[in-house]
């Protein structure tokens, strides 16, 4: 069993503590980020930082770690040019050109063609998408923190598109994850495909939760 508390959390090996910290919390959405700089150099990463602020208005908010001295941060830069990123939920015919996006590559050097992924555009909004991608949702940066306890960035974005195959939505609205194939992580790279899960009815009090068929 393995105990820790603050002063042999400080302790570990930055590596092991960085695998450890990012894995602790369990799975997380395996998503493609795609920015443009303002020159049109496009850029793809893999995020797994992204999460659900609010419905009305439709709101998302993603994590950008914070940059050691010298290192670059191509998606966050562009985000902050342009005010516009896009998130393409990964499938598992997607890896492992998805996972390599992680790789450090030069400004200027699209990661759409390490990849071998579809570099697409519509119309009127700055950011690419991924066209192998189950889901696509174009986003516009409306909020941007530098969170002092250890200079991560955040990001909120106003959702203002987005594509799904109709097999994905059920009628109430919810979305199916497991028929898109739309791949977890858990930590920094082990991918996970999505399998079956249980719902459940609205929970009231005084009342059994019972699962939803």
């Known amino acids: 069993m393995i105990k820790l508390d603050v002063t042999a959390l400080e302790a570990l090996p ?10 602790i919390t369990g799975f997380k959405p395996a998503l493609l980020v795609g920015t443009a700089s303002l020159g049109g150099d496009s850029n ?14 439709p709101v ?11 290192t ?25 050109g998805a996972h390599q996006t992680s790789a450090r590559y030069p400004r200027g050097q699209s990661e759409f063609r390490a990849s071998g992924l579809t570099e697409e555009w519509v119309e009127g909004f700055s950011a690419p998408f991924v066209r192998e991608a189950a889901i696509q949702l174009g986003l516009t ?7 002092q306890v250890n200079k991560t960035h955040l990001l909120l974005g106003a959702l203002h598109w987005l594509r799904c195959p109709d097999a994905g939505v059920r009628e109430d609205g919810s979305v199916d994850l497991v028929s898109l194939d739309s791949q977890a992580v858990c930590g920094l790279d082990s991918y996970h495909p999505p399998s079956a899960g249980k719902r459940f009815p609205y929970a009231k009090v005084n009342q059994a939760s019972e699962t939803q068929t």
């Open 44 to 57: 793809l990463a893999v995020f797994s930082n992204v999460f659900h602020v609010g419905a009305s208005p």
């Open 72 to 96: 670059e941060r191509h998606t966050l830069d562009n985000v902050l040019a342009t005010g516009a990123f896009t998130l393409n939920h990964i499938t598992g015919r997607m890896l492992p």
């Open 141 to 147: 940066l409306i909020e941007h923190q530098l969170l």
């Open 14 to 23: 930055t590596r092991y503590r960085a695998n450890l910290i990012n894995g």
């Open 60 to 70: 998302l908010g993603m994590i950008v770690r914070p940059s050691p001295e010298g």
